[in-house]
């Protein structure tokens, strides 16, 4: 079981006074090893129970953040795990893999742009090849751009090409891909966001492409439920990754998730939970088609 005690005094340990992070901004993609304070992923607090035992599972976005949170949860769990990331990333996903592996499991390193089709196919391909197979599909990957004046006409079209295409499109390529190689008992966990139901206005662009996804799902659960596999997505709050800093104004981040009912920004660690139960087809057996907030409080209905 998770050490649910010390996932919260570390989450509350981690914030300022104030309750959000010291002002801090980086280039995009931006690293975990350049993040004041360093993000919780679970490394000293989840402890598995073989829930996801032999599985394969497949990660985008899989380096840091959310992402590694959920390559090291599902690994204490028992599974073998691929992790995509931009080539910039290369030190977080070797980080993440160190962890992947303490937990004597497979890690299997695919980088790519997943702007790019081919690249994005190109990736699933080889993830399934070194794997032997996959079982989980995680869509992860995402890009936000909040440096703007202000909302609609501040949004430039070359900003909007690679969200539509990091969010959707290669959200589409990816499982496209994935399909054949899945079957009954696999899960699809799509990755929405509070900003599909409470936008913000210099996110337009984003919340649209989160608030498309909670779509995809319901429609994907849909489709591919006569073939036992289930599919679902995960709406994170304001949780503490590298996308923050890398993407926003650094004079922003010390109110950074302090509007929640709790009072505090998440850690990437407290929303694993919510993967490995989506992901375990025991426990969340006939559970497809929904959308799971971890938003702190924040409504996703």
């Given amino acids: 079981m998770t050490d649910l005690h010390a996932i919260d005094r570390t989450a509350r340990s981690l ?5 959000g992070f010291p002002a801090q901004e980086q280039e995009p993609p931006g690293l975990t090893s350049k993040m004041d304070p360093h993000p919780d992923h679970g490394e000293e607090t989840w402890v598995g129970r073989d829930r996801l035992a032999g599985l394969k599972a497949l990660i985008t976005g899989g380096d840091s953040g959310i992402g590694r949170a959920v390559a090291i949860a599902f690994a204490r769990e028992g599974a073998d795990v691929a992790i995509n990331y931009l080539p910039e990333e290369q030190s977080d996903a070797e980080d993440t893999a160190s ?15 997943l702007s790019d089709e081919a690249a ?8 399934i090849d070194e794997l032997g197979g996959l079982d989980v599909l995680v869509n992860n990957a995402a890009f936000q751009w909040a440096r703007r004046d202000q909302g609609l006409a501040s949004v430039k079209t070359e900003e909007m090409d690679l969200v539509m295409k990091v969010n959707l499109y290669a959200l589409i390529w990816v499982t496209q891909q994935a ?3 899945l079957g009954e008992g696999s899960s699809i966990i799509n990755v929405s966001s509070i900003q599909a139901y409470d936008p913000s206005e210099r996110l337009i662009d984003y ?8 779509n995809i799902t319901v429609n994907l659960a ?3 439920g006569p073939k036992g596999i289930r599919v679902n997505s995960v709406a994170p709050g304001p949780i503490w990754t590298p996308l923050q800093p890398a993407t926003k104004d650094g004079d922003t981040m010390p109110e950074f998730g302090v509007d929640t009912p709790l009072g505090r920004p998440g850690q990437p660690a407290e929303l694993a939970g919510a993967f490995v139960y989506l992901a375990s087809p025991l426990e969340a057996s006939y559970v497809t088609g929904t959308v799971l907030g971890v ?7």
């Fill in 99 to 113: 962890w992947v592996e303490k937990a004597g499991r497979r890690c299997v390193l695919v980088p790519a742009d």
């Fill in 179 to 181: 399909l054949p190689h």
């Fill in 15 to 19: 914030t300022s006074a104030q309750g």
């Fill in 120 to 127: 994005a196919r190109g990736m699933v391909d080889k993830a």
């Fill in 222 to 224: 849909n489709e591919l």
């Fill in 295 to 301: 938003t702190g409080g924040r409504a996703v209905f």
């Fill in 207 to 214: 919340a649209s492409t989160k608030a498309a996804i909670n």
